[in-house]
């Protein structure tokens, strides 16, 4: 099988999936829980920086979109752009409750198990990179962790956002200018 045939082929069991879990399949619905929880509970982590309440969100995305999957309409947006649409609703929720600003300078080592040595680095610079991005304003670092954390294309992070893909390009290249700068005067 082609690479283009494994793509259409997962896009209509997942939309297959999703027809069973409208019609209120809970077991469609648990293959959909499976195949997305970790990139939702990594996006919400990113966001709020603390595992317990990352756990908890994740969950309450799943229950929310377990409650709403009957009316779940795709529009041409993927399934998991509405998932982060109702995790990216949950963060801002979870801080106007607590009124306070997103703490992703909290690097906690439960959500990134480290192995000594080659990742001691790595874990330093995203230390340093979460620190730098609490400078940035919501929607530059909503861009750049569906970017680069969650690893998304620019059509999906437009999805999510409900932005222009070229949009998206001029935000993330800013984003990241910005977050440079930020990364040098730190440094200096």
């Known amino acids: 099988m082609e690479i283009d045939e494994v793509a259409a082929h997962d896009d209509d069991k997942e939309a ?3 027809a069973r879990a409208i019609e209120g399949k809970a077991e469609a619905f648990g293959h959909l829980y499976d195949r997305y929880l970790e990139r939702i509970y990594r996006h919400i982590y990113y966001r709020v920086g603390n595992v317990s309440d990352s756990q908890d969100l994740a969950q309450e995305v799943f229950l929310r979109a377990w409650r709403a999957i009957p009316h779940y309409r795709s ?9 982060f649409t109702i995790a990216h609703n949950l963060v801002k929720d979870h801080y106007r409750r607590r ?5 992703l300078e909290e690097l906690n080592e439960e959500a990134f198990p480290t192995q000594p040595d080659k990742e001691a680095e ?8 979460r620190r730098c991005l609490v400078y940035l304003s919501t929607e530059q670092q909503q861009v750049l962790c569906l970017r680069f954390i969650d690893d998304l294309d620019y059509h999906e992070v437009a999805s999510i956002m409900g932005k222009k893909e070229g949009t998206i390009r001029v935000l993330q290249h800013r984003a990241l200018a910005q977050l440079r700068q930020i ?6």
């Not at 529009?75 to 998932?83: D, E, I, Q, T």
């Not at 009124?99 to 703490?103: D, E, F, I, V």
């Open 16 to 18: 297959a999936l999703i």
């Open 75 to 83: 529009m041409g947006r993927p399934f998991v752009a509405w998932l």
């Open 99 to 103: 009124k306070g600003t997103l703490p």
């Open 122 to 129: 790595a874990y330093a610079d995203k230390d340093e990179i």
């Open 183 to 188: 990364m040098e005067q730190e440094k200096g």
